[in-house]
């Protein structure tokens, strides 16, 4: 039997835990931006099925504009009259950009599907003082030049971006030192300019997060910036609370990284200072990408990349059951940590690796991977609570409750290609509960959404039993099971 235990509250799961990113390849345009295309619905250009989507995903986070470009992006290309930007070489991806999606049409496009925005700024290639200029044209609400040009462009109120992020693939071009260093230096001025930013500095494997959060440990401790500083100084090197980072990046986390990553902000940062932001994470049943298989087989992921930009394959890949499974199972990881880990990005919305979303003219295919964050989304707002599995019961479950305790939702990962039968209660004498609704995605490794079949594998009714205050249900094999369940106290 699966055991909730209501009283163990591990964190709550954060609305910006479901969020994705977008950056100029296949998941923008067509999938995200339509421009003036008459045969798609739009709105000024923005795909209205799109946002429909994004909207019933649950989608809550999103971030501009990548990913690799971000780090030559120079944001003063895509602002203005889209017919006088600039049109430029994409350097990662090849092919030619007109930057027709720009700053302002990304924050437009947060603000109708109801998402936080991230911007990812360009540290390696631009001087600090393009980044500041581009906070000041997305937040300030004066009347300065930029604050003006802003309005100028059909903005009169500040954007109010949230999330502030520090390059890409910083790993590089700098050491952790080195990075922790410019970090220091540059948050400094963005705090001047925005002190409400929430500001995200890069992150990556274990030596890079320790190294990192230690040497900016210490430039903290060691600088004058306020009294607070002045108290940490006296009493030893920590992050001063509210200090100038408040989130660690990582990219496709493994646990054991979550872990390490944890245990070093508890190291070097004082309590509640820092969480961490899951900047990219995908779920590939098999990386494939219509690339050649001499390329998989000997060729880094840098030297692919650089290979593809030169010769115009396709971006996009399977988005089969196996991999939304897997994609459930790493959704279910990340809220573990909810105390933690308040902000992930799925790496792709639209029409690149294997997306939420595949678009073909006037055509809108919602993929395994899509109606899986349209089920777990339940999971929003609630806080996750400890669950203990049974033997045998072979599931990966996550359970979060509200706050006054009398609702659950419960999800439940199967991987197996077998059903699987599953006892869940209440331990403690903290409740029984009284009924439940149970919605389920299923199917064969192999199955997913076409555009000549759309509908293989969609969410679906379930059936759940309740008996002695407890839930019954078999569990398909391959499947997602989300539960919303009423409690009761005993």
Known sequence: MIELRLNDHRGVVEPDM??????????L????WVGDDPAIADDDGLRLDTIEAFE???MKFLRFPGGTPADVYRWRDGIGPRAERPRTWNFFFGGEDDHAFGTDEFLRLCERVGATAGIKINPISAPMCEALEWMQYCNYGGDTTLANERRENGRDEPWGVRYWILGNETIDSFSPENYAERVY?????????DPAAKIVAEGFFEDWNERFLK???????????????ARVQAEGPGIQPGGKIQALGLKYPEEKTLKHAIEMIEKYCEPGTMEICVEEWQAQSE??????????????????VLAQGRTNLSYENEARMDGAVSAAKQMHMFMRYAAYVKSACFLYPTNAWTPLLQTRGAELVVTAHGHLLG?????????????????GDGVDVLATADDAGGKLVVSLVNEAEGAVDVTVGIGGGAGVIASATATVISGAAGDQNSFAEPGKVTPREGTVAVEGGRLKLACAGMSVTVLGCEVRST
Do not use: N
């Open 375 to 391: 089920m777990l989304k339940a999971h929003q707002g609630g806080a996750v609570v400890g669950a203990t599995e049974g033997e």
């Open 287 to 304: 990386f494939k990408c219509g690339w050649p298989d001499a390329w998989r087989e000997g060729m880094s992921m840098a030297e692919i």
């Open 18 to 27: 479901f969020g994705c990113l977008i950056e100029h390849v296949g998941t």
């Open 215 to 229: 040497r900016y440990s210490e430039l903290c401790a060691g600088g004058y910036l306020s009294k607070e500083i």
């Open 29 to 32: 345009y067509d999938g995200i």
């Open 185 to 193: 230096e540059w948050t400094f001025f963005m705090r001047q300019l």
């Open 56 to 58: 019933e995903m649950g």
